[in-house]
């Protein structure tokens, strides 16, 4: 059984949502080095729907001298979640519509899985994950910025969550890694 690794970017008061902010920042040796650390035990792609809708045509055209992270997002599987999609985007595949969010069918996706399963922004589907105890591991870039406000990672009355740290780093351009482990709720 794989495990679901949740990858956000994410400022200091927990903002997720469109993160044009992390602009201000290069995206540096280290950070590449993290998302390829993780792409490495990963066998498929999980997003929601509207993720997907802005994954595929930026990241289909994507080679790995654009961005050494978009071989392995085009030629991984991809799984998304959609109440609404009726097919997928015919330049980005393999793509599988796994229809609206059901606990049980991510649960027989990561048991299907050799690997691990990767999701990447996708916030909507993450804050879901995290409720229902799914997410394994939390790896976030944490921008040294705050909005005061979006959509947060855990908004008010967020299911309460445990976790250890694995590992943290701060990258050249002042971004942390934060690699956390989701600790089973009792």
Request: with cysteine.
């Amino acid at each position: 059984m794989g495990a679901l690794h949740a990858h956000e970017f994410i400022t200091l008061d927990g903002i997720i949502d469109e993160p044009g902010w992390s602009a201000d920042f290069d995206f540096d040796e280290g950070m590449n080095e993290t998302l390829n650390r993780l792409a490495e035990t990963c066998t498929a792609v999980l997003l929601g729907r509207r993720s997907y809708e802005l994954f595929a045509p930026a990241w289909s055209e994507r080679t790995a001298d654009d961005d050494l992270f978009a071989p392995f997002l085009n030629k991984t599987p991809k799984y998304v979640v959609s109440r609404t999609l009726t097919e997928a985007e015919a330049t980005w595949q393999p793509t599988t519509l796994l229809g609206g969010y059901d606990p049980a069918a991510i649960r027989r996706l990561k048991e299907e899985q050799q690997g691990d399963v990767f999701t990447g922004a996708s916030g909507t589907l993450v804050r879901a994950l995290l409720a229902d105890g799914l997410v394994d591991q939390l790896h976030l870039f944490l921008y040294p910025v705050s909005l005061g406000t979006g959509a947060r990672l855990f908004p008010e009355g967020s299911v309460p969550q445990s976790m250890e740290v694995i590992s943290s780093r701060t990258n050249a351009s002042g971004v942390i890694n934060l690699n956390l482990r989701v600790r089973p709720r009792a």
